[in-house]
């Protein structure tokens, strides 16, 4: 059984940084990728990043350039560093543990992380 925590949302002006944490424990080595996931108010839930053990990564194509995934795997972290916000980042940030860097949710939603991004 593995369990994923995220934390780190906040409020942060247009243009500002955040960086998101998901701190898994359990059985991580049964873990073949971690993604970040958000939604927003009346939206669908996206994939925003993914990352499997070796480091291979994936973004959606609206946080390219902006967003970083990265983890510590002796800390059983991965991080999301988020970077030239905008207000259409404003959402609710999930993390799971994920069949492939192009999703496939394995495990069950946490409560996630708010982060608003607004002037």
């Known amino acids: 059984q593995v369990q994923l925590v995220e934390s780190g949302g906040g409020l942060v002006q247009p243009g500002g940084s955040l960086r998101l944490s998901c701190a898994a424990s359990g059985s991580t080595f049964s873990i073949p990728a971690v993604g970040w996931y958000r939604q927003a108010p009346g939206e669908q839930r996206e994939l925003v990043a993914a990352?499997?053990?070796?480091?291979?990564?994936n973004y959606a194509d609206s946080v390219k350039g902006r967003f970083t995934i990265s983890r510590d795997n002796a800390k059983n972290t991965v991080y999301l560093q988020m970077n030239s916000l905008k207000p259409e980042d404003t959402a609710v940030y999930f993390c799971?543990?994920?069949?492939?860097?192009?999703?496939?949710?394995?495990?069950?939603w946490g409560q996630g992380t708010q982060v608003t991004v607004s002037s």
């Open positions: 799971n543990a994920v069949a492939t860097v192009y999703g496939m949710p394995l495990g069950s």
């Open positions: 990352i499997t053990r070796g480091g291979h990564t």
